[in-house]
């Protein structure tokens, strides 16, 4: 057990504070996220949205108008940071952000972006008036062939985002010279550069280039295998999207971000040989240059999961589909059946080995020191906002990874990536009151990362009913839609 005493949250006033205003949680055990001690019978005074006072209780007395919350026996950690999530423009963009916030998240990165959306940030018009986490950075539109093909439109896109007030830029895939012009411009403009890693170029090569941060693994195995540089070349086309704007085009890209997998050649042979040649020194020499080049890691192994297990009943039976809007459920079911139906047994049973090479790196970055982020991806098949970030720890913890390591990814690695510890991060006097108070304590188990008994956003106070209040208006209007 900690001493409070000889933490940096020692008491701030004089035997007897009273504490006349604002809202204040008696009792509770503040877990340390640098190094997890816990400092017990605390409370925690929070006033204009922020943490105004933390002192042992036997310290503080409580009175006037102060709102006096009894956490004996619970534990507070900061509030979760999805930090890779598409709730803006999500067919339910409401239900999607009051479900996040249900679930503990307190802000999340979103990775998709518009010039539209960049104009309704600035215009204070681009999240719903409802409970909502905050919107902590986002990116124009993702850079893919359409808008940065060759190099000029590479740069130019780059440029009339950083013009329009994009966060960061967001690669999905082009050509290897356009990439890296498009890196190279956004280091020049002082944009984080992050996202996917083409087929065609080295995931080394864009780390030591300044890569910000990679999602989904992505370029990882590929480096990982004996046969890296015949893999480092273009796969066989995808099939050719309908034209922008004809009558099938949305529905089929919708399809295709569901479930990539699906999207692919029938023989996934690219997939078999990284599988086959897959090195385990290789792998921690990646991990090696990965923390040598400071380069985040965003694994998002749910959104992996699903994809690449993408019919497991698990979540095809998940009690939580009654939160998405029917047309998402409806799609989803028919990915998997999909999935079952066109994918033989052999070629199911490599995807799962993939996921299995794909969880392994994740304990070795660890290991290495790799900085690493927690994200859900909600906006892929299966993945479901706020529950898929609880389903993230999980298999973070199935992954090797200690409880607090977990808590570590989902809340003071997010302040660090964003440069904001001074006012987020960890609970401590004068950081933003965004704070998740638990039913049990979550270094025992990562499980217990979502035994959520409260949530406090922005100094508002939602406790577990109204927490699952949020959750069935979501669930009734979607039930009414039927």
Known sequence: MVDPSKTAMQRQGDPGDEVTHGLVLVG?????????????????????????????????????????????????????????????????????????????????????????????????????????????????????????GSIEAAVGEVQSQKAAGADFIKMVEVGSAAFFAALREATQLDLPFAGHIPASVSVVDAAQAGMRSVEHLFGSLETCSTDEAALLRPPEAPPRLPPIGAPDQAALVERALANPILMRPPTYDREQRIVDTYGEEKSHRLAAQFASAGTWQVPTLIRLRTMEVGDDPLYRSDPNLRFMPLATRQLWESLALQFTARLPAATRKML???????????????????????????????????????????????????????????????????????????????????????????????????????????????????????????????????
């Not at 209780?57 to 102060?66: F, H, I, K, R, W």
Request: proline residues 4%; negative net charge; charged residues 20%.
């Open 352 to 482: 799962a080995r993939l996921f299995s090479l794909q969880s392994g790196l994740v304990k070795r970055f660890q290991q290495a020191g790799v900085k690493m982020l927690a994200g859900s991806d909600f906006g892929g098949g299966w993945c479901i906002p706020g529950a898929g970030l609880h389903q993230e720890f999980e298999l973070l913890g199935e992954a090797g990874l200690s409880p607090l390591e977990v808590l570590r990814m989902t809340t003071l690695n997010g302040a660090m990536f964003l440069e904001r510890e001074a006012i987020m991060g960890s609970v401590a006097q004068g950081k933003n009151a965004d704070l998740v108070l638990l039913d049990a304590d979550p270094l025992a188990d990562v499980k217990n990362l979502k035994r959520i008994h409260a949530v406090v956003r922005g100094g508002s106070y939602y406790s577990s009913e109204m927490l699952d209040a949020l959750k069935q208006k979501t669930a009734q209007r979607h039930s009414a839609s039927r």
């Open 28 to 148: 509770v055990t503040i877990v340390d996220t640098h190094d997890g001690s816990q400092a017990r019978d605390m409370t925690v005074v929070i006033e204009d949205g922020k943490i105004a006072k933390i002192d042992l209780t036997d310290n503080m007395a409580v009175g006037g108008a102060a709102r006096a919350i009894d956490a004996h026996g619970k534990f507070v950690v900061p509030g979760y940071l999805d930090m890779h999530a598409h709730p803006l423009g999500a067919r339910d963009e409401e239900g999607s952000l009051a479900f996040m916030l249900a679930h503990g998240v307190t802000g999340f990165r979103q990775m998709s972006g518009s010039p539209e959306m960049l104009a309704a940030r600035r215009e204070g018009r681009l999240l719903p008036s409802v409970p909502s986490p905050e919107l902590l950075v986002m990116p124009g539109m993702v850079l893919t062939p359409f808008n940065a």
